[in-house]
């Protein structure tokens, strides 16, 4: 059984990971926990209507988890059931940078990844935030 150990809080950019493989782009945040996520019978879902670009990140994550766990994960067209991965647009934004956009936390490819035992949340500011977020998730397995 495929299980993914806790990570908290994420976010994109800066930051030593002693002891752990190198996340890209290196979070500006990392705090882990105790514990693990079992991987198997995992549902993703959107906290709201999602856009292509999101529909486009949990469909990622959806084929790769199910490659590593060997069954089918589902994308819940509802609220999901059992453990679940949460993706979370927090606003809308352009899928491609724009000129002169700024970096940093408060940027529209800026995300934080919460995992625990009973599911993960990764809500980005805009969808690019979501896509960063869900390659944070998949780099971690």
Avoid: W
Avoid at 35 to 45: A, N, Q
């Amino acid at each position: 059984m495929k299980h993914l150990l806790f990570a908290l809080t994420f976010l994109p950019l800066a930051s030593t990971l002693a002891g752990h493989n190198a996340l890209l782009p290196r979070p500006q945040q990392v705090q882990y926990g105790n514990g693990s996520l079992t991987l198997s019978h995992l549902t993703i879902r959107f906290a709201a209507a999602p856009s292509a670009e999101d529909q486009f990140a949990a469909q990622q994550l959806a084929a790769r988890l199910s490659a590593i766990t060997g069954g089918k994960i589902e994308i819940a067209k509802g609220r999901g059931y059992g453990k679940t991965i949460v993706l979370k647009r927090e606003e809308n934004g352009g899928a491609l940078p724009a000129d002169r956009e700024s970096v940093g936390p408060d940027s529209r490819e800026s995300y934080t990844l919460v995992v625990t035992p009973k599911g993960a949340e990764i809500r980005g500011r805009t969808s690019a935030g979501v896509f960063y977020g869900v390659q944070t998730l998949l780099q971690m397995i």
